[in-house]
């Protein structure tokens, strides 16, 4: 038989050696991520090909800048990607989660336990966690809300700017919030956020409203309006466009004039149309050609001219409106309403700000540099997508390892029902629960074994139904109770990374037969201290 010609290059590892470098990898990358766990997980100084620098202790920005192209790997990035894009957190506890349960697989594959069997316990294990949810769970009051947002900020970015951002985070989720016969739906893309260098990150705010750094066609334009309609317009109004598909012959000035006018005439209907349907507000994507700026001025049409789309999209959802790409076919029913537009001027730059019965909000990021305003603007979404996740679905979990703790403490009671193999994988899940607890108190510099013990001989002894509220409070480097100290999460998160990193795990367990390109595909590099 000939051989294949594809396959020439490639060598083929089976059944256990395929496992043992496919785990590898993964501890690997695990590895490179261990250290920004928590607040006092340590900063990444990333370097791209340009020689460009960031830093970062943001797990998912880590993994997604590495030139990682081990199969293996790149599905666990995937797995911290979808964690990042579902719960917008729990990216790193996601990645040493599905790591260490495939560690603590290998080591049961090493006592002969078949992999499938494996796979079989884990699926129950997470099952049996899901169900146990329920009995931790605390309730989302306003209170634990800004507790949960603030916890999402702990480590990057100081104090007294946490609280601030986390609060302006609340108020934003609940403008954009929407009543559903479903239940709410509060869609963090619906917040504006708007970036201002200069100034002092303390004075980034929230402004109720749709804000654009954007001015009125000509001043000329009514500079505030109550209440009316809207117009979007995914075009504009001006003659390239009609031109595009015409073939002019001129033969005299005369010809050229008159079409001009005919444009113009064109143009005119556009705007009575407009005017037909008591529109006072426009704005369009494209632009608004200046000798029709007086028909509009006259009409008393307050008009914006390339308006992003971005933007307009914004406009449609506060409005109500649909976008329509030519004026003439718009009707009344695409029209949006408004309940204020005006004009400001902030540190010399004209402003449009918008208000609409759907509500709809913009942060403004402020800084005294590029960074520094960056900065804010990614810790503002990082809370807000918390505050929009709590008032979707209003519960939290203690943080600071006490959940891992109490789940492991549950499936070991769990294990008891199981027979055999099954029973020494569910406890094998147990074990690497506490890799977050561990991690955490490793990166605070303490030893990840004796934090561990200690709080799990917390909660064992604690009397009363808050036992699994107690964990390990890096700040104050012991166990205490997490809903006390405001150190709270989003149900959502963590059920998002025992849901992740179990199918993360469980797809990698299910690979027996790997094929590698002969260019040898990387793992990625160990930090510093474990080389
Ligand atoms: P991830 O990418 O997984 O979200 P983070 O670096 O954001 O990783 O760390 C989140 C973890 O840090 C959570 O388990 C959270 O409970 C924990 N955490 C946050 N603040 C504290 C604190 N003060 N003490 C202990 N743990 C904390
Ligand atoms: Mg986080």
Redesign the pocket.
């Known amino acids: 038989m000939s051989e294949v010609p594809i396959l020439k290059e490639t060598t083929r590892t089976t059944g256990r050696e395929a496992l043992r470098n496919n785990i590898t990898a993964a501890m690997a990358l695990a590895g490179a991520v261990r250290t920004?766990?928590?607040?006092l997980?340590q900063d990444k100084l990333l370097i791209d090909d340009e020689g460009r620098t960031m830093v970062t202790?943001?797990?998912?920005t880590v993994l997604e800048s590495a030139k990682v192209e081990h199969p293996v790997a790149r599905m666990l990035i995937n797995a911290s990607t979808t964690q990042d894009r579902i719960a917008r957190?729990?990216?790193?506890?996601?990645v040493l989660l599905s790591a260490e349960l495939l560690q603590n697989a290998w080591e049961l594959v090493l006592q002969g336990v078949h992999p499938s069997a494996i796979a079989r316990g884990y699926r129950q294990a997470e099952e049996a966690c899901r169900q146990h949810f329920e009995t931790l769970v605390i309730d989302a009051t306003e209170h634990q809300m800004m507790a949960a947002a603030t916890?999402?900020l702990?480590?990057k970015i100081h104090r007294a700017m946490q609280e601030h951002l986390a609060g302006l985070a609340i108020e934003a989720a609940k403008a954009v919030a929407e009543d559903r016969p479903d239940g709410i739906l509060a869609d963090p893309t619906r917040v504006k956020i708007l970036t201002q260098t200069g100034g002092s990150m303390t004075d980034s705010s929230l402004v109720t409203g749709l804000v654009l750094a954007k001015k009125r066609v000509t001043d000329r334009m009514p500079k505030s309006l109550t209440s009316g309609k809207v117009a979007l317009v995914d075009g504009g109004l001006e003659r390239r466009e009609m031109m595009s598909n015409v073939k002019l012959n001129v033969a005299s000035t005369g010809v050229l004039e008159s079409f001009r006018q005919q444009e113009k005439t064109m143009l005119l209907d556009q705007i009575n149309h407009l005017v037909d349907l008591g529109v006072t507000l426009l704005a369009c994507k494209e632009g608004i050609d200046d000798d029709v700026h007086a028909a509009l001025t006259d009409a008393g049409i307050q008009a914006y001219r390339r308006v992003a789309r971005s933007d307009l999209d914004l406009l449609a959802r506060g409005t109500n409106a649909t976008l329509n790409n030519d004026v003439k076919g718009l009707t009344a029913s695409d029209l949006g309403v408004f309940i204020s537009s005006r004009n400001e001027r902030w540190n010399g730059v004209m402003h449009w700000i918008v208000e609409t019965e759907e509500g709809g909000a913009t942060f403004i990021a402020k800084g005294s540099t590029n960074e520094t305003v960056g900065e804010v603007e990614r810790c503002f979404a990082d809370a807000l997508g918390v505050a929009c996740q709590l008032l979707e679905e209003p519960y939290l979990l203690a943080?600071?390892?006490a959940t891992q703790i109490a789940l492991a403490r549950h499936l070991r009671r769990f294990a008891e029902g199981f027979a055999g193999r099954e029973q020494l994988a569910i406890e094998a899940f147990a074990d690497a629960l506490e890799i977050?607890p561990r991690t955490?108190a490793q990166n605070a510099g303490l030893d990840p074994l004796d934090s561990l013990l200690q709080t799990v001989a917390k909660q064992s002894t604690h009397q009363g139904p808050d036992a699994h509220h107690i964990?390990?409070?890096?700040?104050n480097k012991s166990p205490s109770s997490?809903v006390d100290?405001g150190?709270v999460?989003p149900l959502r998160?963590t059920r998002q990374?025992l849901a992740g990193a179990t199918e993360a795990a469980l797809s990698v367990l299910r690979i027996d037969d790997v094929l590698w390109a002969k260019q040898d595909p990387s793992i990625p590099e160990m930090p510093d201290e474990e080389v």
């Open positions: 920004t766990l928590g607040p997980g202790n943001d797990g998912v957190d729990g990216t790193t506890s996601a916890t999402s702990s480590g943080g600071g390892g977050i955490l964990g390990l409070n890096v700040e997490m100290d150190i999460e998160i990374v």
